[in-house]
């Protein structure tokens, strides 16, 4: 046994040893020269020896070479608001060594065009006759290869490897490969918004990231495998495509096994003998591999994965290939997507190439494990990758966790660019869609998958049918839809639509949150029911809150926060810097409050399929779009956690039906109990509990619902809740608390005694209008309560600030100035004035009709400094000083104004 024990260590350490030998790491130090006129080719750069070095994997920016920022700098992306470059205010920031732009994350440097990446290298004898690869697991963008002084090819995917076979170039000894990149748009072009290429995210950045290598194999090899779960039979369907470069037919003996990658369990091995034809066409063998009794399935749930090992011998080698995959069927029945089956709602949120260390995409599973289980603490089971695909090391960590993936073929065409004119992007979606498939395709996670993001152009619906018509048929492992966002197309298995959502771009103050008083009744069934298939909420929330400021020295890599720092000073220069991390705080509250309405209307839509939202963290570009409660590097802020978030977006959620939250002592509470449950399995014997208690937790009132069986479902009914509320003799706000076993979620209300008829005004002075008497009053000493009436400030005053109950929407810089303006409340609860009013320091609904009928009123005006009972958060663009209610000495007299009417 010991003998037998040693054997198979020597075989297992002769193998590494031969895999280390057929593979040269190309990473490390490069030379580099930038091409700035275009002249590297004719001058035939490939030729000659550069000096100057760069490391790679990694960007220009990152080994310091690139152009200063500066007023000329030329963008990738739109600029809406294009006050930086106009106004005074911004003006300091146009200077020459205090560039600073507001609108999205600055880099360092910046290089645009072209850079020739060059290294010489030494193939080993061993390596004659071998068929040799280059591996470029993630360049950007354009990349033409020259061995020595032979031009080798271009590759443009923006998604995918660069591979270039290279037997036939590259032979034992010493030679110069020269890579030459190119960032810019040129005859294919995406969209300057697409996250692929913009430099709202990640950078329009030049260079090679991930792995770059060297690779030799036997000349008749594996070239690609794809593998077709069949859930029903137990079996998997193997593709395998193979090619032959030796020029002989060859006999050839083709192995395949399957392990499970938690327990190292291994099926039967299926072997396939053929003979191999040369050529350079390739040649595909399927095969159907039985996978055994009861194969464990993949979902979010249990992420059960299998590794695939795949061995092809001929008397050139062994040419081996491990493949990971997952037993599990995505699809769609009505109205809902199923796994394995199995109904699910999908709880997502964008990842549209945010990363400030570096510029680009991580190519390491372990940050993408810290990104997917963040998101994964937060309730959610899905990511929609915007405008952009992901490198392998996205969907290995998705995998892992039981993810699902909506990949998108890095384009966004809008803005200039537009798909079914005929243009060459239209050819380049085909191509990107293929690459990405025959990449990412055995991966489990990678679960659905659209053209790109809101597309442009007269023929877009026509050309989206034919493509999906096209990859639905080529490619059954995933569901397919034509634009993220639209159009509505006859072809797709879903629809990605923003309808849905309570606040709309261009709304303002006309949506639901803004006009409506609080409630939870409202859905979107009318929505729903228009459409037949799968309906997913399109970019929902986009919910603002104040910066965080002390986040800035996390950017300590190429991309920097001088967006912050312009906001910070702005902020202090009103005198109001010391609120920074009160604003950040209260208005995060609001944020969180605005999405759980959101996520909540959606879970109680029956028949939705899904939402997703922008965003679990913030978007740094397009003017500044901190709609996160997590920042870009997705980490807490600290005003809600994972496990508060996860009360209202999880697997199960109870929900109510309220027709309103604020009460009078002479009402009855009533709410409607319902749940939305998506989980493993139907809930047979649930504990069904509420309570109401008050802010100190005193209980109220509390009781149990008869156990029922819970499907798979949303709009499931548990019962009624109605309490009496004579009882109460003073104002509180009260708590009710849902839990279905270990799920809990709760509401807050309010309930007042009755209004009397004629308001006790005591000594005190109440007005609409400063008007002779008023000020008789004040002159006199007297007590003054100046309630503003709606729409009678001056524009000087505040009158032009529109402000609503909800956050900002995505932001004003981009928007153009939608309504709202403002970000809530600041307030001491403790503070007297609000004796009667109880309150949080933040915005609550109780708020909403203040916030409804309110006006925020400019502090900057006044000459001695005045600090409002009641603040409101202006937006970080301006950083005035607002009030909604404060109080003065005038004269001998007092006065409250309000700005609520």
């Known amino acids: ?108 440097l910046k290089y645009l065009g072209a850079a020739w990446f060059q290294k010489e290298v030494m193939i080993p004898e061993n390596w004659s006759n071998k068929n040799i690869v280059l591996h470029l697991e993630r360049p950007h963008w354009e990349t033409r290869l020259w061995i020595d002084d032979q031009e080798i090819g271009m590759q443009n995917s923006l998604s995918t490897p660069h591979t270039y076979n290279l037997n036939a170039y590259l032979k034992p000894g010493k030679h110069i490969i020269s890579i030459r990149v190119d960032n810019r748009i040129k005859e294919i072009n995406p969209g300057i918004n697409s996250h692929s290429v913009a430099d709202h995210t990640q950078s329009n950045w030049n260079g090679l990231v991930g792995e770059i290598s060297l690779q030799a194999r036997p000349l008749a090899f594996i070239e690609t495998v794809a593998l077709f779960p069949d859930v029903e039979n137990g079996v998997v369907k193997a593709e395998v495509k193979v090619r032959n470069y030796t020029g002989t037919t060859r006999p050839c003996t083709l192995k395949l096994q399957s392990m499970a990658v938690g327990t190292g369990e291994k099926q039967e091995k299926v072997v396939h003998e053929f003979s191999m034809k040369d050529g350079e066409d390739v040649e595909t063998i399927e095969i159907s591999y039985p996978m055994g009794e009861s194969p464990a399935l993949w979902d979010e749930f249990n992420p059960n994965l299998y590794q695939m090992d795949l061995e092809l011998k001929s008397d050139e080698g062994v040419d081996a290939k491990q493949v990971q995959f997952g037993m599990r069927e995505f699809k769609t029945e009505g109205l809902r997507f199923t796994i394995n089956g199995r109904p699910l709602f999908l709880r997502g949120t964008l990842e549209c190439s945010i990363f400030p260390k570096t510029g680009y995409p991580a190519t390491d599973k372990e940050y993408w494990l810290k990104i997917l289980k963040s998101a994964k603490s937060h309730g959610l089971n899905h990511l929609r990758f915007h405008s952009w695909c992901p490198p392998e090391a996205a969907f290995e960590a998705a995998d892992e966790l039981g993810v699902y993936l909506q990949v998108e073929c890095s384009s966004w065409a809008n803005s200039g660019a537009s798909i079914g004119d005929g243009k060459a992007l239209d050819r380049w979606l085909y191509d990107e869609a293929d690459y990405i498939l025959e990449a990412y395709g055995n991966h489990p996670s990678f679960c659905m998958m659209a053209y790109g993001n809101e597309p442009a152009g007269v023929n877009q619906v026509q050309y989206l049918n034919e493509f999906v018509t096209h990859f639905k048929e080529k490619d059954p492992r995933r569901v397919y839809t034509g634009g993220a966002g639209w159009p509505f197309i006859e072809s797709a298995d879903y629809l990605n639509d923003p309808n849905a959502r309570i606040q709309h771009w261009g709304e303002g103050l006309r949506s639901i949150i803004n006009t409506s008083a609080p409630q939870t009744t409202f859905d979107f069934r009318h929505i729903i029911e228009r459409v037949s298939m799968p309906y997913v909420s399109h970019e929902i929330g986009q919910w603002c809150v104040y910066p965080n400021f002390k986040e800035i020295e996390k950017y300590d890599g190429v991309l920097k926060a001088k967006n912050f720092e312009i906001f910070m000073e702005s902020l202090e220069e009103s005198g109001i810097g010391h609120l920074a991390d009160s604003f950040l705080l209260a208005s995060g509250k609001l944020q969180a409050l605005c999405y759980k309405a959101d996520i909540e209307a959606a879970l109680r839509t029956p028949g939705m399929a899904g939402f997703q939202l922008l965003d679990l963290h913030d978007f740094p570009g397009q003017g500044t779009a901190l709609v996160g409660v997590l920042d870009p590097f997705w980490e807490e802020k600290g005003y809600i956690s994972p496990e508060e978030y996860s009360r209202f977006c999880n697997e199960t959620v109870p929900l109510v039906r309220m027709e309103k939250r604020v009460f009078s002592t002479g009402e ?156 809530g409340i600041l307030c001491d609860p403790e503070h007297p004035a609000l004796t009667g009013f109880p309150s949080e320091y933040h915005s609550n609904w109780q708020w909403w009709d203040a916030m409804h009928h309110g006006q925020a009123i400019i502090m900057n005006n006044f000459e001695n400094k005045i600090e409002p009972l009641v603040r409101i958060i202006d937006d970080w663009f301006e950083n005035r000083s607002l009030g909604l209610i404060f109080e003065a000495q005038v004269g001998e007299g007092k006065i409250i104004v309000s700005g609520a009417d």
């Not at 490939?46 to 000329?72: C, H, K, Q, Y």
């Open 668 to 823: 009855t509470f009533e709410a409607k109990v319902e749940v939305a449950h998506f989980g493993s399995e139907i809930l047979s014997d649930p504990d069904i509990r509420w309570k109401v208690s008050t802010q100190w937790d005193t209980l109220i009132a509390e009781g149990s619902f008869e156990k029922k069986e819970i499907l798979l479902d949303n709009e499931q009914d548990l019962g009624s809740i109605h309490i009496p509320l004579d009882h109460i003799l003073y104002p509180l706000q009260l708590t009710l608390e849902v839990s279905v076993n270990q799920f809990s979620n709760s509401w807050d209300f309010w309930v007042y005694p009755e209004v009397k008829a004629e308001l006790d005004k005591g000594d005190v002075h109440v007005t609409g209008v400063l008007d002779q008497a008023t000020q008789k009053v004040l002159n006199d000493g007297g007590k003054v309560l100046w309630a503003l009436q709606k729409n009678t400030l001056s524009a000087a005053s505040g009158g032009d600030i529109e402000i609503g109950f909800s956050s900002i929407f995505w932001n004003t810089a981009w928007t153009s100035g939608q309504a709202p303006h403002t970000l």
């Open 1 to 108: 046994m010991r003998k037998l024990s040693g054997l198979l260590l020597i075989l297992a350490l002769a193998s590494c040893k031969q895999e280390k030998e057929l593979y040269i790491d190309l990473s490390g130090a490069w030379t580099v020269n930038l091409d700035r006129e275009d002249q590297g080719v004719t001058e035939q750069w490939f030729n000659t020896l550069f000096t100057e070095t760069v490391a790679l994997p990694g960007s220009l920016v990152e080994n310091g070479m690139g152009d200063d920022i500066s007023l000329s700098s030329h963008w990738t992306g739109q600029i809406v608001d294009s006050s930086w470059y106009l106004a005074e205010k911004y003006a300091r920031y146009r200077e020459e060594g205090n560039i600073k732009i507001p609108f999205w994350l600055q880099p360092e």
